[in-house]
């Protein structure tokens, strides 16, 4: 059985920071794609960066510059530091792993971790 535990959100000041772990278990998580995903009451959820198994990134533009994804495979963890952070950052943040074979998308979803950023 797959899991993803999402820990470290919390309350934090605009301009502070927050790092976000997911630990996984039941994948071989080095040959996942991982990434972050947030939710704000309200609206769909977005992709806010993502790492592929080769430890390529992408960035949404609202956080480039001051948010860094990277994992440990020795953890089976994916990381998300978020520094600079605005009171626009406020959301649930979900983990995923994700891969595809013979054009089969297998994709797997934490249960969530709050952040919210006070002004």
């Known amino acids: 059985q797959v899991h993803l535990v999402e820990s470290g959100g919390g309350l934090v000041q605009a301009g502070g920071s927050l790092r976000l772990s997911c630990e996984s278990s039941g994948i071989i998580f080095s040959i996942y794609a991982m990434g972050w995903y947030r939710q704000a009451p309200g609206k769909q959820r977005e992709l806010v960066a993502r790492?592929?198994?080769?430890?390529?990134?992408n960035y949404a533009d609202s956080v480039k510059g001051r948010f860094t994804i990277s994992r440990d495979n020795a953890k089976n963890t994916v990381y998300l530091q978020m520094n600079s952070l605005k009171p626009e950052d406020t959301a649930v943040y979900f983990c995923k792993a994700d891969r595809v074979v013979a054009g089969n998308l297998y994709n797997y979803w934490g249960q969530g971790t709050q952040v919210t950023v006070s002004s």
């Open positions: 790492i592929t198994s080769g430890a390529g990134t």
